[in-house]
């Protein structure tokens, strides 16, 4: 429904160095457009007076005590105007180096930039920085401010050389202004309106600047992706949807499209668009937040991407390189655990290369460094704890970039280069390393399955909570030991896994867990058992990890009831309520076929 | 419905916003409430949780009751809660009233009277150590809640075009043990990446509608027909209410709007356009203009 006096909006950040006059040309584009509250301008300079202080545009802005009493911004603040043209949601960034998280917040929220430089200072370390930090939150709208023109006597020569001297660094980071304007917010050249005191710069003055930015063109033209936020089943209020709800962030999807989700791999097709007190829809494009259900139940957590099967498809690895910057208080450092949430996936990653460090202020300085510290830039390759699903950055924005998570805060963010294909995962040295420091008993394990009349094996119980897996697996033990075979039940619950840890803290127990179970796992089927366990809540990609784990031994999957898992995976599947009797049988009957001698054992 | 180029307009895309938001506390905080004032703001909040939840609001809607308020907002609020089957939860600073510890009452000052019924009543209604009363939908009465489990995640309907300290909010925004901001020191916010993870003893205040102007926020209730206490529109005697709040310290503006399309057209080019909206809350002018004293103190 678009209203016939709906007007556009703009978000706008101001960046610069600390001092150059970022509050002073939003206060003097605020109070030179009608902008501001009546009443408002007269009361700040009645407050200037009282004080016996000069007044300044800045003060306009500067809500907050702490400000006031420091001269300088802090954090970013919005504020709203009006052109003819559009409406403006300006963003006020703190230009001082320790503020900078404040000022990635604000600018990432834009998608226009106005770069302000002072005349009389020139080009400072956090010009640079903040030029660099634009091209890295991918905003393409920039004008160059060079304010305090009247310090410098209006002169042309002055201003064509910040010009030149700023151009060619922005080149350097493919950053191409739209324009460059010489102004004095002080005085109110060029701001509304071009100025008398500049007789020679006959461009577009700030305002004409601003109307000028473009908004992004959509991007429903893209590939399809939505990020899957939740999976929500309202049963206890009558509601038996099962709606999975999230953003598209690009491309559109229709009623009767394949779909796939990454990283697991599960395939599905839209049967409806979900929505509250809307007309019914038939397909869902870019931007929109809404929900959908499918054709098949299927189960996959929050975090992967739908996608449609017809479009070209993330990539699924648990390496990328990227560009980061940091912000974090601690550095950046390897054999760490930090949380990566990129798109609605959270994960632990940790640094598996740094490949080199750069200071933003100085593209040219390169060190070599063995960690990333506050305010550095880094091209670094992460290694996650699982698979997960990416774009690089080039294609799709939206699920190409990251941000890391150190003690509870956001303290980087990343924008991914490409993905890294490495045989050579930390699983894989692990079980190497494993294998060459294992110092191998005498006995074989063929002989070991000789003497036992039985190979050894793992047994899984897989599925979701309450649906009887202890007690099959007890069963399961009993029966076998009767039978005079040798059989041991872990009961390692994965209870251990709390739910008030936070998520990645869940996820990183999980896997933990698992490695511990598969650790186990390798000591007792070496010895000849046959092991039984249960796991509830088990992924695929979890399996993996305990199968290759247990590796040489075999390791038999039985699902109690559907957890989601892929068939593949799974060896045997048995219904919820299954009789433990009927159970065992038929999982012994699978189970034979893993533990019988082989032929030739008896030659 | 046609949307020509497949662009969201402004309240589709302030609306989308708001609904990712509400969804990723929803995913990140077990004990999460929403504050419900019964104003126009967090009405529209709770208007945008049916729309993020299909129909459904799947966390308890607080309200503090200084029992200074009009009483037609307490009979509008147990009615919606009765007619969408809301988790209604209120709290109240029992003490100070049974102490007579008031502004109308003559004890204290509008901003002690503040501080007292609204923030200290809000910070221990959220901590769990004074009394909720929840609504029981089978008796349509209040009875002391047997949840006493602090809420980590508390979902507010602050505006950064309000006042000079919202505007520096985050989405996601932090109070340590104390319910105190730290303003100077906030965390990041990217590419709706969110302060989603938080040490125990700590709190996240959640601000959906963070980018929506008083503007925004009538265009959206005229578009989707919400049901809004009639508190805001002339009943006839030429006045409304433009913000809501306790009885003594809550003026009402001279207009004569008396349905909301009047208001959106009073707001869009009419005689409010440049007055401040919360012009008629008398606490807001005792705290220097900016609430923030108030604010670092735990007031919405």
């Known amino acids: 429904m678009t209203n016939r006096h709906e007007r556009e909006q703009m978000n706008v950040v101001i960046v610069g160095h600390v001092d150059h006059g970022k509050s002073t040309l939003i206060g003097r584009l605020l109070a030179d457009t009608g902008a501001l509250p009546e009443g408002k301008l007269e009361a700040v300079k009645a407050n200037c007076e009282r004080n016996a202080k000069p007044f300044e545009y800045a003060f306009l802005l500067d809500a907050l005590k702490d400000e006031q009493a420091q001269g300088i911004t802090i954090d970013t603040a919005r504020c709203f105007f009006k052109s003819a043209k559009r409406d403006y949601i300006i963003i006020d960034a703190p230009g001082h180096i320790e503020f900078l998280k404040n000022m990635v917040s604000g600018a990432a929220r834009a998608e226009a930039a106005i770069l302000v430089i002072d005349a009389h200072e020139g080009i400072q370390e956090n010009s640079k920085r903040h030029g660099y930090m634009m091209s890295f939150l991918g905003i393409k709208n920039i004008t160059v401010c060079v304010n305090k023109m009247d310090l410098v006597g209006y002169k042309q020569d002055v201003f064509e050389k910040i010009k030149a001297e700023y151009s060619k660094f922005l080149d350097e980071i493919n950053i191409k202004p739209d324009n460059f304007i010489p102004i004095s917010a002080r005085e109110g050249d060029s701001i509304a309106a071009l100025s008398s005191n500049m007789s020679w710069y006959q461009?577009?003055?700030?305002?004409?600047?601003?109307?000028?930015?473009?908004?992004?063109?959509?991007?429903?033209?893209?590939?399809?992706?939505?990020?899957?936020?939740?999976?929500?089943?309202?049963?206890?209020?009558?509601?038996?949807?099962?709606?999975?709800?999230?953003?598209?962030?690009?491309?559109?999807?229709?009623?009767?499209?394949?779909?796939?989700?990454?990283?697991?791999?599960?395939?599905?097709?839209?049967?409806?668009?979900?929505?509250?007190?809307?007309?019914?829809?038939?397909?869902?494009?870019?931007?929109?937040?809404?929900?959908?259900?499918?054709?098949?139940?299927?189960?996959?957590?929050?975090?992967?991407?739908?996608?449609?099967?017809?479009?070209?498809?993330?990539?699924?690895?648990?390496?990328?390189?990227?560009?980061?910057?940091?912000?974090?208080?601690?550095?950046?450092?390897?054999?760490?655990?930090?949380?990566?949430?990129?798109?609605?996936?959270?994960?632990?990653?940790?640094?598996?290369?740094?490949?080199?460090?750069?200071?933003?202020?100085?593209?040219?300085?390169?060190?070599?460094?063995?960690?990333?510290?506050?305010?550095?830039?880094?091209?670094?390759?992460?290694?996650?704890?699982?698979?997960?699903?990416?774009?690089?950055?080039?294609?799709?924005?939206?699920?190409?970039?990251?941000?890391?998570?150190?003690?509870?805060?956001?303290?980087?963010?990343?924008?991914?280069?490409?993905?890294?294909?490495?045989?050579?995962?930390?699983?894989?040295?692990?079980?190497?390393?494993?294998?060459?420091?294992?110092?191998?008993?005498?006995?074989?394990?063929?002989n070991r399955a000789l003497k036992y009349q039985h190979k050894s094996a793992l047994v899984v119980l897989a599925g979701q909570m309450d649906v009887g897996k202890q007690r099959i697996a007890k069963a399961l033990e009993e029966q076998l030991f009767n039978r005079g075979q040798n059989v041991y039940f872990l009961g390692l619950s994965n209870q251990v896994v709390q739910d008030s840890v936070g998520s990645n803290d869940k996820v990183l127990n999980k896997v933990d867990y698992i490695q511990q179970l598969g650790e186990l796992s390798h000591i007792l089927t070496d010895a000849g058992l046959i092991l039984i366990t249960s796991i509830t809540d088990v992924d695929d990609y979890e399996l993996k990890i305990l199968k290759s784990l247990t590796h040489p031994s075999q390791t038999l999957v039985v699902e109690i009831g559907q957890s989601g898992l892929n068939t593949a995976q799974v060896d045997l599947c048995l219904d919820v309520g299954v009789e433990p009797a009927a159970a065992v049988e038929d999982i012994q009957r699978h189970l034979n076929k893993a533990i019988g001698l082989d032929p030739e054992y008896a030659i | 419905m046609t949307k020509d180029n497949k662009t969201l307009s402004k309240l589709d895309a302030l609306e989308a916003q708001s609904v990712y938001i509400l969804r990723e506390a929803y995913r990140e905080f077990k004990n999460l409430a929403m504050l419900w004032s019964i104003g126009k703001d967090s009405t529209v909040l709770l208007w945008l949780s049916r729309k993020a939840f299909f129909g459904h609001v799947p966390f308890p809607l607080v309200h503090i009751d200084t029992s200074y308020k009009i009483p037609a907002m307490i009979e509008y609020r147990d009615k919606l809660a009765r007619e969408w089957n809301l988790n209604m939860v209120y709290g109240q600073n029992k003490e100070?009233?049974?102490?007579?510890?008031?502004?109308?009452?003559?004890?204290?000052?509008?901003?002690?009277?503040?501080?007292?019924?609204?923030?200290?009543?809000?910070?221990?209604?959220?901590?769990?150590?004074?009394?909720?009363?929840?609504?029981?939908?089978?008796?349509?009465q209040y009875e002391e809640d047997t949840n006493t489990e602090p809420y980590t995640g508390v979902i507010v309907g602050a505006r950064a075009d309000e006042e000079g300290s919202r505007s520096k909010e985050r989405y996601f925004s932090p109070r340590d043990r104390n319910s105190e901001w730290d303003i100077g020191d906030q965390p990041p916010e990217l590419w709706n990446q969110f302060k989603t993870d938080f040490a125990p003893g700590t709190h996240v205040r959640v601000h959906p509608l963070l980018d929506w102007t008083e503007l925004n926020i009538w265009e959206y209730i005229e578009r989707e027909n919400i049901p809004i206490i009639d508190l805001y529109f002339d009943q006839g005697d030429g006045q409304r209410y433009r913000s809501l709040g306790c009885y003594p310290c809550t003026n009402p503006v001279d207009s004569t709007a008396r349905n909301v399309s009047e208001i959106v057209e009073e707001l869009r080019g009419g005689k409010f356009s440049n007055i401040a909206e919360r012009s008629g809350r008398a606490q807001d002018k005792e705290d220097g203009g900016g609430l923030e004293t108030l604010r670092r103190d735990g007031y919405m």
């Open chain 2, 96 to 140: 100070a009233l049974a102490r007579k510890q008031t502004f109308p009452e003559g004890a204290v000052d509008r901003l002690t009277c503040c501080k007292l019924l609204k923030s200290e009543a809000l910070k221990h209604t959220l901590a769990g150590d004074w009394t909720r009363y929840r609504m029981n939908h089978k008796t349509g």
């Open chain 1, 203 to 446: 461009r577009a003055s700030v305002l004409e600047a601003l109307d000028n930015f473009k908004k992004k063109a959509p991007k429903s033209e893209q590939t399809f992706r939505f990020p899957v936020q939740d999976i929500y089943k309202f049963t206890a209020q009558a509601d038996d949807r099962r709606i999975f709800a999230g953003r598209v962030e690009t491309g559109t999807v229709a009623v009767g499209d394949d779909i796939i989700f990454l990283p697991s791999g599960k395939t599905s097709r839209i049967k409806s668009v979900e929505g509250f007190n809307t007309e019914p829809k038939n397909c869902a494009f870019s931007g929109e937040s809404t929900g959908f259900c499918l054709d098949t139940q299927i189960y996959i957590r929050p975090g992967e991407i739908m996608c449609k099967k017809s479009d070209r498809q993330p990539f699924v690895s648990t390496k990328f390189r990227s560009n980061l910057f940091w912000m974090g208080r601690l550095p950046l450092v390897k054999d760490k655990n930090y949380k990566l949430k990129i798109a609605s996936q959270h994960i632990p990653v940790r640094i598996a290369e740094i490949i080199s460090v750069l200071d933003a202020s100085e593209l040219s300085s390169i060190q070599k460094k063995n960690q990333v510290d506050r305010h550095d830039v880094a091209e670094c390759v992460f290694e996650t704890l699982k698979p997960v699903a990416f774009d690089e950055v080039v294609n799709v924005a939206e699920t190409g970039r990251f941000v890391l998570v150190d003690n509870y805060e956001i303290a980087g963010g990343g924008i991914i280069l490409a993905p890294v294909f490495d045989e050579n995962t930390s699983l894989k040295k692990h079980v190497r390393q494993r294998e060459e420091n294992w110092e191998r008993s005498g006995i074989t394990p063929q």
